[in-house]
């Protein structure tokens, strides 16, 4: 079923918010050099405080604390969020978001196994093409296939996917009732960003006790190393601000986007983020908040034609009409 214009403007109004809060979140990480971790639970926290106040008293939410189900989407979305923003330190937004196009043959095969949506052969060139130019892109990184980039974003891919499927199951998302979805969204984000702050500050303090455990412990991983990096101000002042305004929101449209659109047509839009993180990223240049990116290189190109290949993906969905399962009955 060819989704509707409002579903085509809710799905646009996602991706330009996700785009606008990496690019952003990459601006404010490396001028401040703060710790993208903390600030990514912080950060997660605020949104989710602030969607609850949006949502007020709308019903469900202890029921939804209650959930398994809440409980591991918000630990899965802000997994998403700690891995994306920590590969922003090794690599641009742009190319970051190519590499999370991978998320497309990867909800195919979870899809496939999970809930029994057999993709169609059409789609099946375009899932290879999406992986060789992958292979392609990973080699043009600075050190090449050892970027971590391209593992945290594998690993923040795959924590997509899963949160992608419980979102369009889960059923307090099955509502078109803009403030139940905003309290939902709100109670996963906060609840589990608190949980995993206080998990984090816990391991940093165990970490000093415990010499022998220090040394074995990534030099990537400051707030483990140094947990007084979450009594920095700026940190807690730039990521409570990037939450309110950009975090929360992002969250609240994509949950509304999947619920119109579905989850493999979700996933094989994001292909548009890199695009349009590109686009940002170029404007954050002007303003010299971030070094002029290349916007014609081979990474570009073969990042391209990773989208492209997602694209041949939703068209070839289009055309046979895969995957109409209707969320509302599947509830394993």
């Avoid at 080699?139 to 949160?163: D, F, H, K, Y």
């Avoid at 190393?225 to 929360?248: E, F, K, T």
């Avoid at 990116?293 to 969905?317: E, H, I, K, Y």
Wanted: hydrophobic residues 60%.
């Amino acid at each position: 079923m060819t989704p509707s214009l409002t579903a085509v403007l809710v799905l646009g109004a996602s991706l330009a918010s996700w785009a606008l809060l990496l690019v952003v979140s990459r601006v404010t990480l490396l001028a401040l050099r703060l710790d993208p971790w903390l600030f990514t639970f912080i950060q997660m926290m605020a949104g989710g405080a602030f969607l609850l106040v949006v949502g007020g008293r709308s019903g469900g939410l202890v029921e939804a604390l209650r959930d398994p189900g809440t409980w591991i989407y918000g630990v899965l979305r802000v997994a998403t969020a700690a891995f994306f923003t920590a590969a922003l330190m090794h690599t641009t937004t742009a190319n970051a978001a190519f590499l999370g196009i991978v998320s497309v043959p990867i909800s195919m095969m979870v899809l496939w196994l999970v809930l029994s949506r057999t993709p169609s052969r059409r789609e099946l060139p375009g899932h290879a093409v999406i992986l060789v130019g992958l292979a392609l892109l990973a080699q043009t990184l600075g050190e090449g296939w050892r970027n971590p980039a391209i593992v945290l974003m594998v690993l923040s891919e795959l924590c997509v996917v899963a949160s992608t499927l419980i979102g369009e199951l889960h059923p307090l998302n099955l509502t078109d009732d803009p403030r139940q979805r905003a309290g939902l969204t709100g109670i996963m984000l906060l609840a589990s960003a608190l949980f995993m702050f206080l998990a984090a500050l816990g391991l940093g303090l165990l970490v000093q006790w415990l010499p022998s455990v220090r040394t074995a412990v990534s030099g990537s991983l400051t707030w483990m190393a140094n947990p007084a990096l979450a009594l920095d101000l700026r940190l807690w002042v730039s990521a409570v601000l990037v939450g309110i305004l950009l975090r929360g929101p992002s969250l609240y449209l994509s949950l509304k986007a999947i619920h119109r659109v579905r989850t493999e047509n979700y996933i094989a839009a994001m292909a548009a983020l890199a695009f349009l993180s590109l686009a940002f990223e170029l404007a954050a240049a002007t303003l010299d908040l971030l070094e002029l990116p290349a916007a014609l290189t081979s990474t570009t190109l073969f990042g391209a034609m990773m989208v492209l290949g997602s694209l041949f993906v939703l068209w070839a969905r289009s055309r046979s009409g895969a995957g109409r399962t209707d969320p509302r009955i599947v509830r394993g």
